[in-house]
């Protein structure tokens, strides 16, 4: 454990990851897949929360708007739906026999405890798993900055954000330019002055005046985590 670049990490997930190759709901394949990735990193003795969005099942501003529903109502349904992906990706890690706690920014008591930051922290000295659901509990945040502030609250290391089929950071949206070109190293304050779409603004500041380097890796490249953990050079580092 000694060699590990990183000790303890947060693991930001898109919901869209957990959709595979459906254009909506969990997917089981990329769901298991994370599980094992997470596995593999916990017997290096890594210690290992997680936020997951909820995109594949609602987003706030995106789908309230439709339905005529003001935003602070549509972000506590996009909390709603992270809770749900939290569930499947615990069934998954039980299921892989690694011990898993739900903690919940919204109660729900019978399926997550109540987010308590010194009780996350001892799951985590446990070797188990923390999932971190319902985002920050309030309207008008995203899981980006969700992470970005669970991250600062357990002292994370570092935040590991995966991001579904993209690699890194871009100067440009990659899925539309193919001359964009991947950027390996990079300043927070880059992301905020030249509008990169990595994260939202609230979340990379926070994560900058923590001191919380951000790796940016693709999601579907297995072994990622721990080439990361490692300390091999993959995807964008952010630092300042």
Do not use: W
């Not at 439709?66 to 709603?80: Q, T």
């Not at 993209?166 to 300043?187: C, E, F, Q, R, W």
């Amino acid at each position: 454990m000694t060699n590990l670049k990183y000790k303890r990490v947060l693991l930001k997930v898109s919901g869209e990851a957990l959709m595979g190759e459906q254009e909506f709901g969990i997917d089981y394949k990329p769901v298991e897949m994370m599980a094992h990735e997470i596995d593999t990193i916990l017997k290096l003795g890594v210690q290992v929360a997680v936020v997951v969005g909820g995109g594949n099942i609602f987003r706030g501003m995106k789908n309230s708007a439709k339905l005529g529903m003001d935003r602070a109502s549509g972000d506590y349904v996009g909390m709603l739906a992270t809770v749900m992906n939290a569930v499947a990706l615990q069934s998954a890690l039980k299921k892989a026999n690694i011990d898993c706690r739900i903690q919940s920014a919204i109660t729900m008591k019978q399926i997550a405890e109540p987010y308590i930051r010194h009780r996350a922290i001892r799951h985590l000295e446990k070797g188990r798993v923390v999932i971190f659901a319902a985002g920050t509990g309030n309207p008008f945040f995203t899981t980006d900055t969700a992470a970005a502030l669970r991250a600062s609250e357990i002292d994370a290391e570092a935040m590991l954000m995966a991001k579904n089929g993209v690699d890194g950071v871009y100067n440009d949206d990659p899925k539309t330019n193919p001359n964009a070109k991947k950027l390996d190293n990079i300043k927070y304050s880059d992301i905020v002055f030249n509008g990169l779409k990595v994260m939202d603004t609230s979340a990379c500041t926070l994560c900058e005046q923590n001191n919380i380097p951000i790796v940016v890796f693709d999601f579907n490249a297995k072994g990622s985590l721990k080439k990361i953990i490692e300390g091999e050079k993959i995807g964008t580092y952010v630092s300042k």
